[in-house]
């Protein structure tokens, strides 16, 4: 027991010492395997998303700085874009994660396309609220 105890330490040290084993990053542009293409894809949706904050805060400057008298006021104009994004949202959610996956029988591909789905809607809404209030675009 004492001879185990002593190899399993012995195993033990030797791959703490061994170095990390780093996995090379994703080349997006050539992804080769499902995970590789959810990642690649989790990855558009996450800038898709940011650009889409970035203009939605403008969007709500914009607002605060261009109401007039009611009902068009800033704090309505703000109240109804904000009940707007979120249908829109809503919408973004049902087409993509409820219809796409029927459209891919659920097969491997399906992730990446529910989230291809939503990249693409998001820059889309990105491009349309920029163009709306006249935002610098750099789509």
């Keep these: 027991m004492r001879f185990l105890s002593l190899a399993l330490m012995l195993v033990a040290g030797l791959l ?19 995970i590789e293409n959810n990642y690649c894809a989790e990855q558009a949706l996450d800038a898709a998303d940011q ?41 973004r959610d049902a087409d993509c994660k409820g219809a796409v996956p029927m459209e891919w029988s659920g097969g491997t591909a399906t992730s990446a396309a529910v989230l291809g789905c939503m990249t693409q809607k998001t820059e889309t809404r990105a491009h349309e609220l920029a163009e709306r209030y006249g935002l610098n675009d750099d789509r």
């Design 51 to 91: 650009k889409l904050n970035e203009v939605y805060e403008k969007v709500l400057a914009h607002i605060s700085e261009s109401g007039s008298d009611e009902p068009y006021d800033s704090k309505s104009w703000e109240k109804t874009m904000r009940e707007a994004q979120r249908a829109w949202i809503a919408f």
């Design 16 to 34: 703490a010492s061994l170095p990390a084993r780093a996995d090379p990053p994703i080349d997006c542009d050539n992804a080769r395997n499902t």
